[in-house]
T-cell receptor, first 115, second 113 residues
């Protein structure tokens, strides 16, 4: 099992460019999440999905869009990148029922710099 | 909103014991997680408490008091490899959304030889 994988690992964008971050999980998890992590800010939820074809906003959704067309994939899109979106992006997934804990499993992260 | 507080930094020496505290104020609380995150890596699960009391896992223990909105992570027999950021996260169940986590800002622990 690969667990949760993210592509790309690193990316540099210019202001105004667009890109898509891909998250894939092979654990048959229902829930998937996108977080961003900035120095001194902790992990903040951008968007999440409770199942194929459904998405919802988290704490900091502005400037991002997501799609979950297949259960195993969760895509995060930046339509017009801004320097404020420079961050490390983590994808996570969890079972609907996992010993009633909802432990989230994290991918390795994508380091994005917007110049 | 959720209010989760933990110290920004802590230091300790190898072999010692350290306690990292986390306080929270939230509605819909249904459990508290501790994650460990080494620099440049993803967070990894350490513990989950939903009932009051102490959960022990080897060198690591986690405690929860729901009435006080308080948890701590206890690390014994510290090793250099324990130098990492420790993230406190509360699980909130609200309406049809279950299992959503709200994270504190993390406590950077440095272990000195």
């Amino acid at each position: 099992n690969a667990g949760v994988t993210q592509t790309p690992k690193f990316r540099v964008l210019k202001t105004g460019q667009s890109m898509t971050l891909l998250c894939a999980q092979d654990m048959n998890h229902e829930y998937m999440y996108w977080y961003r992590q900035d120095p001194g800010m902790g992990l903040r939820l951008i968007h999440y999905s409770v199942g194929e074809g459904t998405t919802a906003k988290g704490e900091v959704p502005d400037g991002y869009n997501v799609s979950r067309l297949k259960k195993q994939n969760f895509l995060l899109g930046l339509e017009s990148a801004a320097p404020s979106q420079t961050s490390v992006y983590f994808c996570a997934s969890s079972f609907l029922w996992d010993r009633a804990s909802y432990e989230q499993y994290f991918g390795p992260g994508t380091r994005l710099t917007v110049t | 909103g959720q209010n989760i507080d933990q110290p920004t930094e802590m230091t300790a020496t190898e072999g010692a014991i350290v306690q990292i505290n986390c306080t929270y104020q939230t509605s819909g609380f249904n459990g508290l997680f501790w994650y460990q995150q080494h620099a440049g890596e993803a967070p990894t699960f350490l513990s989950y408490n939903v009932l009051d009391g102490l959960e022990e896992k080897g060198r690591f223990s986690s405690f929860l008091s729901r009435s006080k909105g308080y948890s701590y992570l206890l690390l014994k027999e510290l090793q250099m490899k324990d130098s990492a950021s420790y993230l406190c996260a509360v699980r909130v169940d609200r309406g049809s959304t279950l299992g959503r986590l709200y994270f504190g800002r993390g406590t950077q622990l440095t272990v000195w030889p």
